[in-house]
C-alpha cells in the first residue's frame, strides 16, 4: 500500500540499551511509523459503542443533528476526530460525545487519504492540537508551587479532558459552553457512568454561558471559581468562531487576571489565510499572536507551530507534508511561492502571567 514514499518516510524508533552490561537486553523493537501508525497496520476499525444505538443517547444525537447550529455542532466534530485517532489520544467517551455520523464521516477521510497515500492523514491537526494542549496543561499544573489550581475551559465542547487526564484529579474544573451542548453532554456522559462505571471527576463545574456576552465571567464566579487561584486557561478550537471584538474582549478579560493570579493561557489562532477556507465560519484571525499576548500584558509567550517539536508527536513523518513546509517559510509570507497556494496557519500559543508583588 505504501510505495516509493516509504523509503523517504522512515522514523526509526530503536530503544537505547543503557544498562546493556547488567542486563540482558530487551528485544530490539523497531516501528517504522507513518502519520502515526505503524506502516504495516490498518487504522484502527471503526466500531460503534452499543451506547451509540441506546434511547436516550441516540436520540440526543438525532437532536444534535436536526436542531443544532454547525457552531455547537463543531464540538461533536472534534471529539469525533478525537475518536478515531484513539490510537494516539486515549479518550474513552469520544465516540459516544461524537455521534454515529460524524464518526462515519471521518472515518471514511481518514480511509480515502491512506488508500491515496495523502501525506497528512485527515484530522492530524486535531490529533496534535489535542496533545499539545494536554502536554502544556500538564506543565503548566505542574509550574505551580501549591496552593492548588483550577482550569477553565472555555467553549469546552465534547472535550473529555477531565475525565482522561490524570494531571487534573487534583484541580477544580470549570467548562463553559453553550447551555445545550453541555446538557447533551452531561446527558452522554451520565449514561456512560451509568452503563460503563466511567468515573467522574472529583471536581468539574458546567457554566452554561455565552462567551460574546457580558455576564460569563459572573456565571463563571457564581460556581466557584476564585479569582484569586492559580487558574489556566484553555481556548482551544474557539477563537476564530468568535467576532474579532468578541475575542478580544476575551483575551482582554484573561489578561486582566495576571494581574491578581498565576495565570497560564493556553489557546489557539488562525492566521488570516486561514480564516478564508471559510469565511462564514471564522472570523477573528491574528498573524503575529505572539505580539498581540504581550501587548495584553501576558508575558512568556511561546508560539509554536504544527510540526514544531513541541507539537508533532511522531505524526508528522512525511517529509514533504504540508505542515514542515510552511514552517520552512517566514511567516510573513501568505501565499506559498513553490505553488501559489495560501499559507493556512494554526499557531499553538502559551503565555503566563505573574502579579509582580
Ligand atoms: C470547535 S469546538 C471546540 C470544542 C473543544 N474546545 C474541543 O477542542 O473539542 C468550539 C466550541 O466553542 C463553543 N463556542 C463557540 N462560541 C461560543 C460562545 N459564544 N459561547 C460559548 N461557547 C461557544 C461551541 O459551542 C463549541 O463547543
Not at 173 to 201: H, Q, Y
Amino acid at each position: 500500500m505504501w510505495t516509493a514514499r516509504t523509503a523517504f518516510v522512515l522514523c526509526v524508533a530503536i530503544f537505547p540499551y543503557l544498562y546493556q552490561q547488567k542486563n540482558p537486553p530487551p528485544p530490539l523493537q523497531v516501528y517504522v511509523f507513518i502519520n502515526g501508525l505503524p506502516d504495516e497496520k490498518p487504522w484502527p476499525e471503526l466500531k460503534l459503542p452499543e451506547l451509540l444505538g441506546s434511547g436516550t443517547v441516540k436520540a440526543l444525537h438525532a437532536a444534535i443533528e436536526s436542531e443544532w447550529d454547525s457552531l455547537r455542532r463543531s464540538a461533536c466534530q472534534m471529539a469525533a476526530g478525537r475518536a478515531l485517532w484513539k490510537h494516539v489520544i486515549h479518550d474513552e467517551v469520544a465516540e459516544l460525545l461524537a455521534g454515529e455520523t460524524y464518526l462515519k464521516n471521518i472515518y471514511e477521510k481518514i480511509k480515502n487519504d491512506r488508500l491515496n497515500n495523502a501525506k497528512e492523514i485527515h484530522g492530524v491537526i486535531l490529533a496534535v492540537r489535542t496533545l499539545w494542549f494536554d502536554s502544556k496543561l500538564e506543565a503548566a499544573l505542574s509550574s505551580f508551587d501549591g496552593g492548588g489550581a483550577q482550569v477553565v475551559l472555555l467553549g469546552a465542547g465534547m472535550d473529555a479532558r477531565s475525565y482522561r487526564l490524570n494531571c487534573l484529579k487534583e484541580s477544580n474544573i470549570f467548562e463553559v459552553d453553550f447551555p445545550e451542548v453541555l446538557n447533551a453532554k452531561t446527558t452522554i456522559l451520565e449514561e456512560a457512568v451509568n452503563s460503563r462505571g466511567l468515573v467522574t471527576p472529583k471536581s468539574l463545574s458546567r457554566v452554561a454561558a455565552d462567551l460574546t456576552e457580558d455576564d460569563w465571567l459572573e456565571k463563571l464566579q457564581t460556581s466557584g471559581f476564585e479569582p484569586m487561584k492559580n487558574t489556566v486557561w484553555i481556548l482551544e478550537g474557539l477563537l476564530y468562531y468568535l467576532s474579532h471584538t468578541h475575542a478580544m474582549k476575551l483575551l482582554r478579560t484573561i489578561a486582566e487576571k495576571c494581574n491578581i493570579t498565576h495565570t497560564v493561557l493556553l489557546a489557539d489562532f488562525m492566521n488570516k489565510q486561514a480564516t478564508t477556507l471559510s469565511s462564514s465560519t471564522y472570523h477573528f484571525y491574528c498573524d503575529w499572536p505572539d505580539e498581540l499576548l504581550p501587548s495584553l500584558g501576558f508575558s512568556d509567550v511561546k508560539l509554536s507551530q504544527i510540526g514544531d517539536p513541541d507539537a508533532r508527536f511522531g505524526l508528522l513523518q512525511d517529509p514533504l507534508n504540508l505542515f514542515d513546509k510552511l514552517r520552512n517559510l517566514p511567516r510573513s509570507i501568505q501565499i506559498h511561492p513553490d505553488d501559489g497556494t495560501p499559507c493556512c496557519r494554526l499557531y499553538l500559543l502559551q503565555a503566563c502571567g505573574l502579579p509582580s508583588s
